[in-house]
């Protein structure tokens, strides 16, 4: 299954500009990824040919992008955007085109379009930011890669893990940086928990629990055909947990009722759920705890809590002002916390769209990968097999379900089909890959520091 090159062939690779696939085998760090092998062999790239001073000299430039979407989190992006450095916005999208217009006169861009194409086939665009619907998500990624161009796109990618492969082997075999957008990475408050474990602040950890739970329910047709609890709503904690804990999960048993909003119970799946709760196992026994309910009476509640073996660390709410009211029947902060998700995450969705600015400006590696998308949409394909089967379940269970022929062409093999001619499942899901453009450069760089020194 790994692919091995020769130091001769590595050295012609890098010379031709042709991607190579290095053997390299390792634990699963989420903060620290390291070179990976692949079942696939990268067919080359438009940012492949290797310079020695390129490498050795950091260079700044300037980066014009395109939005497709403007509906609230586009306008939060594209707001974004204008505070990065070096980073100009040139035109937006939208299919209701006076969205489009009225987002591109309030950011001062000079186009705008109805067409999400227009975007990213213009010559000028060095990067799409994705922003549309889901269902929409993975032929514009594949669009953006056809057309060399860079993408960030909110999360999912895709709507099912087959064409999730798809779409991620079409940029990487492109050359073109993908970014996943999971915002919660990059909140403060998470951060600085995750900064505690990498500092080991509370030693080793034992325990991470996480809880998300909305103000108000979403309406029916939110609901229906929206994926489920745990890919629409539970999938930012799976992540979480994932982030937190720096490993890949091992498995996971999850389960979910309706105590809210009875109309949704007519539907199917986890679309039936409005509360749910995860148990998940990593590596040397770590657990997480994961509770998500889409109503809370009291305000937009995300915690998180982290235990280790010498202390533990846990967030609190996010509230409007740090005021405070003491009266005889009440003490506690004067306002309830934020009750709107863009209110909460509002730097985080800022701190996120910055640092990918940051990686096309210096060219450095993406901060939140397609690979990790990818993972983070097994982890809630797993949690909804489990509460539907009521047992444990695996990730490899759900990794082993994808058939590829080839990078760009995947499918789910279901149990009962008959398997295709070859097949052979994986359990990682990173066999399924071929390496981005940021990890063949560092195979490279790091290839000719041990030759040259």
């Known amino acids: 299954m790994f692919l091995?090159?020769?130091?001769?062939?590595?050295?012609?690779?890098?010379?031709?500009?042709?991607?190579?696939?290095?053997?390299?085998?390792?634990?699963?760090?989420?903060?620290?990824?390291?070179?990976?092998?692949?079942?696939?062999?990268?067919?080359?790239?438009?940012?492949?040919?290797?310079?020695?001073?390129?490498?050795?000299?950091?260079?700044?430039?300037e980066i014009k992008v395109g939005?497709?979407?403007?509906?609230?989190?586009?306008?939060?992006?594209?707001?974004?955007?204008?505070?990065?450095?070096?980073?100009?916005?040139?035109?937006?999208?939208?299919?209701?085109?006076?969205k489009a217009e009225a987002a591109a006169k309030q950011y001062g861009?000079?186009?705008?379009?109805?067409?999400?194409?227009?975007?990213?086939?213009?010559?000028?665009?060095d990067a799409v930011w994705i922003c549309s619907p889901s269902q929409f998500h993975a032929e514009q990624i594949k669009a953006c890669a056809a057309n060399g161009k860079d993408v960030f796109c909110e999360k999912p990618l895709a709507t099912d893990l087959a064409e999730t492969v798809e779409a991620i082997n079409a940029c990487n075999e492109a050359g073109v940086k993908l970014m996943t957008g999971l915002q919660r990475r990059f909140d403060m408050n998470f951060g600085r928990v995750k900064t505690a474990i990498e500092k080991k602040e509370v030693g080793e950890t034992i325990m991470i629990k996480l809880c998300s739970r909305d103000p108000a329910p979403p309406p029916f047709e939110y609901v229906k055909g929206g994926g489920?609890?745990?890919?629409?709503?539970a999938v930012h904690d799976l992540d979480m947990s994932r982030f937190l804990a720096g490993e890949d999960p091992i498995e996971i048993l999850a389960m979910g009722s309706c105590h809210i909003d009875k109309a949704i119970e007519v539907l199917p799946g986890s679309e039936a759920f409005d509360t749910a709760s995860c148990l998940v196992r990593y590596p040397n026994?770590?657990?997480?705890?994961?509770?998500?309910?889409?109503?809370?009476s009291y305000g937009y509640d995300q915690r998180a809590e982290v235990l280790g073996t010498k202390g533990m660390i846990s967030t609190d709410n996010v509230y409007p002002n740090t005021a405070k009211l003491y009266k005889n029947d009440f003490t506690g902060n004067a306002d309830m916390p934020f009750d709107f998700f863009l209110s909460r995450?509002?730097?985080?969705?800022?701190?996120?769209?910055?640092?990918?600015?940051?990686?096309?400006?210096?060219?450095?590696?993406?901060?939140?990968?397609?690979?990790?998308?990818?993972i983070a949409l097994i982890m809630?394909?797993?949690a909804d097999k489990s509460a539907a089967e009521n047992r444990w379940v695996s990730f490899n269970e759900i990794v082993s379900e994808v058939y590829c022929a080839n990078p760009t062409s995947c499918e789910l093999v279901a149990s009962s089909d008959i398997?295709?001619?070859?097949?052979?499942?994986?359990?990682?899901?990173r066999d399924m890959l071929v390496p981005d453009v940021d990890e063949v450069k560092k195979e490279k760089k790091s290839f000719f520091e041990s030759i040259f020194g």
Do not use: W
């Open 109 to 125: 861009v000079p186009r705008f379009t109805g067409d999400a194409m227009d975007v990213i086939t213009d010559p000028e665009v």
């Open 419 to 429: 398997l295709p001619e070859g097949f052979k499942p994986v359990s990682d899901p």
């Open 345 to 374: 995450y509002e730097e985080a969705y800022v701190s996120e769209t910055i640092a990918f600015c940051e990686s096309l400006v210096k060219d450095t590696e993406v901060p939140c990968t397609g690979a990790d998308g990818m």
């Open 228 to 233: 489920g609890i745990f890919a629409d709503m």
């Open 4 to 61: 091995k090159a020769s130091s001769l062939a590595f050295v012609l690779a890098a010379l031709t500009g042709e991607n190579a696939s290095v053997s390299a085998f390792s634990s699963r760090n989420v903060a620290s990824p390291s070179v990976r092998s692949r079942a696939f062999v990268g067919v080359g790239s438009r940012r492949s040919t290797l310079s020695m001073n390129a490498e050795a000299t950091e260079t700044v430039k």
């Open 67 to 98: 939005v497709i979407g403007c509906g609230r989190i586009g306008i939060v992006h594209l707001g974004a955007i204008t505070k990065a450095p070096n980073v100009t916005p040139v035109i937006v999208s939208n299919p209701t085109v006076s």
């Open 380 to 382: 809630a394909l797993a």
């Open 285 to 296: 026994g770590v657990q997480a705890m994961i509770d998500v309910c889409r109503q809370s």
